[in-house]
Each structure stands twice: as C-alpha cells, then as structure tokens.
C-alpha cells in the first residue's frame, strides 16, 4: 500500500527538481546539518510539520533537502522545561530517530544543567563543591559514561564536540578563561582534555573527529588567539567550529576572511556548525552587542538566498567541511514553554519555507 507520507514527499520532490543546482566548485559534498535537540519534545507535544500546508515527516523532509547530519545538545541534568530537556536519555531517544534517517550525529556536550554560551558556562550543580582534581576526574568518567551508554543504545556519535562556545571557558569559576588575576588557559584546557580523554578512552581503537566550538565566526583575530592558545596547552582535536550570525558576529567578508585565514594557520578542519536567518520580517535592532548589519532582507526569500550564498562561501575553501542550522524546527507550540524567535525553517504552524530547500543539488 503507497502511504499518504509517501505520495506527499514524492510531490514534493517533483515540486523541487525545478530549483537551480548549488554551484559546487570544488566537487565535493558538504556536512550540511541541523541542530534538532528539541524536535522530539514538540513532536511528542504533537507538533505537525508541513510541506505546502501537507503533513510530512520532518526529518525525512531535511534528509530530502541535502541534510545529512543532526545535531543534538546534552545537558547534565536538565530540569526539563522548555528547551532546557536535553538529559541522557532524551537524546538518545532523539539521536535514534537522527539515525534512522541515514543521518550522522555530531554529539554537543554543554557541561552545565542548562544553557553554556559566551555569557554563562555555569558548572553542572553535582559538581558545584568538587576540589579541582575531582572536578576534572568527573568531566573524564562522564564523558566516557556518555559515550559509552550511546554505544550500547547503537546510536554512537559520528562527531564529538567538547564544550559549547566556550571562548570564555568552560565550568566557571574553574575552567574560567579571564579571570580577575589574568588569563587562566591552563585550567581550561586541563578540564578540556579531561573531556576529550574520556571521550576518546570510550571510543577505543575507533578513532573519532573530535570538535571545539567558539562563537567568533566573523573574528579572525579573537579566533586565532584562542586556537593558538589551547593548542600551546597540548589541547588535540580536529575541527574549528565556529558560530556565525551576522548580527552579532560580523560581515560576510568577515566570514570569509577568517575561514581563509583560519584555513591557513592552522591543520585542523572547520565546520560552521551554528548559522540561522530571520524570515519573518525582524532583525534584531543596533546597539550593544547587535551589529548594523542586515546581509539581507529577513523575509522568506531573504532566508534563502542568505543560506545560498553561506553554501557558496563555504564550499570556497576546501578546509571547511560543513553547515549546521541552529533549531531549524523551532514552530509556536504553547505547551512546550519555547519561544518562536523566527529564525526557523518552519513557519509558526509548521509549514516549512524556501530556505529548507537551500542546500538541495
């Protein structure tokens, strides 16, 4: 018997054959992902996803769309409200549905109970009292207790990343970079490496890409002062992840002078693993930390044409190896207690826009 999913996705495959093929310079395939840590919880709170106002299945339509890498954060022990609901065993619920869509993962460890960015890296609150050394020993044994319990569950990472946005440090006080005495990168990078050593001792003779993450997409200088930093600290990794919004982090150009110039310092690949555009008619407004910097108009097709042109960049530098959407599955769904900041791929009701099909071929 032929689905109704099916028929539907077959439309909308026919509906997107007439979209003009990406220009791929370089003949090779790009990691193009989503970071899809909260479409579980909406589709458990009963959140339809929509082709042309027609239900589909959501990461069958990214897979369909040139996706072939989901995202997933992990909190240490979230409270579960709202988007703060990425515990243990929540993504690995999440990360089975990621691989049965033929998709990779690229696993986010954040090392805090709830949000770690630029502005708060706060310790999980089982390890607020811990002495250094046993502090250091706990971010080891959980990382490798991860690992290994995502190994047994058959959905082990295709990715690690260790830390997220962690430009400041991470696991503060501690693993506090600039701190009222001056710059402390040898706690950091110690606590850094305790991660990557449990991830990697789970991981065994299989060798895995292992990810740092900074949020400095469109700054070359403050990029390369970190990496050169960490890697003096005998930090071992493999790929520069970078966040790149243009409100906060700088022109276009200024993305591509750091991938050239970052591709040209250091060995290691680079992924933009965070981008995102406005499509419903807002941008944030100057001032404070918000740039006076609108590459393009935040509408549908502005969206679009914004995701367009980040595939040509990236593919003009053989270095960088991938594109992540940040929350590309966000919708308005009251009783999930998330915010709808127009910045996803799906309309408030779930009705997907143009730029899903950005990085069709």
């Given amino acids: 018997m032929i689905r109704p999913l099916t028929i539907i996705l077959g439309l909308f495959f026919i509906s997107s054959c007439d979209q003009k093929k990406i220009d791929d310079p370089t003949g090779r395939d790009l990691y193009i992902g989503g970071d ?42 979230p409270n579960m409200e709202g988007p ?18 033929g998709m990779k993962l690229l696993l986010n460890f954040h090392y805090s109970d709830t949000w770690a960015d630029p502005g708060k890296q706060y310790k999980p609150a089982a390890w607020a009292s811990l002495p250094f050394s046993v502090l250091t020993d706990s971010v080891y044994h959980y990382s490798r207790r991860v690992i ?9 990472p295709d990715m690690v ?5 962690v430009t400041p440090g991470m696991l503060w006080p501690e693993g506090k970079i600039y701190k009222s005495t001056g710059e402390d990168w040898a706690s950091f990078c110690t606590l850094l490496k305790a991660g990557i050593n ?8 299989t ?3 292992v990810m740092i993450h900074i949020d400095k997409g469109g700054d070359f200088g403050a990029s390369e002062y970190f990496f050169r930093r960490i890697l003096q600290q005998g930090v071992e990794f493999d790929i520069i992840g970078l966040s790149y919004y243009p409100w906060w982090h700088g022109t276009l150009n200024d993305l591509k002078f750091n991938l050239s110039s970052l591709s040209s310092t250091f060995t290691q690949e680079i992924i933009i693993v965070e981008i995102a555009y406005y499509s419903n008619n807002w941008y944030p407004e100057p001032g404070g930390f918000v740039l006076n910097y609108r590459p393009f108009p935040p509408t ?5 044409d914004y995701l367009r042109t980040l595939d040509t960049i990236a593919r003009s530098f053989p270095k960088v190896k991938g594109l992540f959407y940040w929350e590309p599955e966000a919708l308005s769904l009251p ?4 915010f709808y900041l127009g910045r996803s791929l799906f309309s408030e009701t779930g009705n997907a826009f143009k730029g899903i099909t950005a990085f069709k071929k």
């Fill in 36 to 77: 899809f840590s909260v479409l579980k919880k909406l589709e458990d709170l009963g959140a339809t996803y929509k082709w042309n106002n027609q239900a589909v299945d959501a990461l069958q339509l990214f897979s369909s769309n040139g996706y072939n890498w989901g995202r997933l954060r992990l909190f240490h022990t």
């Fill in 84 to 101: 703060v609901c990425n515990s243990l065993s929540y993504t690995i619920a999440a990360a089975k549905k990621i691989k049965a869509a």
């Fill in 148 to 156: 290994q319990a995502m190994k047994a569950a058959d959905v082990l």
């Fill in 161 to 165: 990343q260790i830390g997220n946005e």
């Fill in 198 to 205: 449990g991830v990697k001792e789970a991981y065994g003779s």
């Fill in 207 to 209: 060798k895995v890409p």
């Fill in 300 to 304: 549908e097709q502005g969206q679009y």
């Fill in 335 to 338: 009783q999930a207690g998330m």
